[in-house]
């Protein structure tokens, strides 16, 4: 996919999901709405989805779209468990030069892995998406995925169910030991 392609695929899709979220207060609705809309947008895209913080050292797959992804990373493994360490966007070219890159899927060629940090600070889950193409994401991917990032970011804050830093204030569940 050209970047002019990829820009006109965002164009297309980025509207109808914001404004199917735009009013939602259900977290997972909302996860589940954009895993839906970018898996289906996008055909060399196999995997696209969500992995939530549930304690300090855990994240639970879910939402997402594709084939079954793993059920639980520890924050030490892998793509998404480095996106957790580091607090920052990871885009993988080539999955195969990664050594902790975690196969889930041996179609899978690149990665991209956006976090989601609480207004404490704390990464309370990671926005997963791969590929079957080597280099799929670029800057173009960023900047729309960052956006849907951010719109959902506020409902994650509100949500009861979210991981707490231990000594950190909040209606959340509090698994660190």
């Known amino acids: 996919m050209n970047e002019k392609e990829k820009e006109e695929t965002y164009g297309r899709i980025i509207p109808p999901i914001v404004e199917m979220i735009k009013d939602e207060k259900d977290l997972i609705?909302?996860?589940?709405?954009?895993?839906?809309?970018?898996?289906?947008?996008?055909?060399?895209?196999?995997?696209?989805?969500?992995?939530?913080?549930?304690?300090?050292?855990t994240l639970k797959v879910g939402p997402y779209q594709g084939g079954h992804g793993c059920?639980?990373?520890?924050?030490?493994?892998?793509?998404c468990g480095a996106c957790v360490r580091e607090k920052s966007i990871l885009m993988i070219s080539d999955v195969s030069k990664v050594e902790s890159h975690i196969a889930c899927s041996?179609?899978?060629?690149?990665?991209?892995?956006?976090?989601?940090?609480?207004?404490m600070g704390?990464?309370?889950?990671?926005?997963?998406l791969d590929s079957t193409e080597i280099g799929a994401f670029d800057a173009i991917d960023k900047e729309f995925l960052s956006g849907l990032v951010d719109w959902i970011r506020p409902l994650y804050d509100q949500f009861p169910g979210r991981f707490l830093e231990v000594g950190q204030s909040g209606k959340g569940s509090n698994f660190a030991i």
């Open 29 to 57: 609705t909302a996860m589940s709405t954009i895993s839906c809309e970018l898996y289906h947008a996008f055909e060399h895209w196999n995997w696209v989805g969500f992995y939530r913080r549930v304690d300090e050292r």
């Open 71 to 79: 059920l639980t990373i520890d924050v030490d493994r892998g793509v």
């Open 106 to 119: 041996p179609e899978t060629k690149s990665e991209m892995v956006l976090p989601i940090i609480g207004n």
């Open 122 to 128: 704390t990464v309370l889950a990671v926005f997963d």
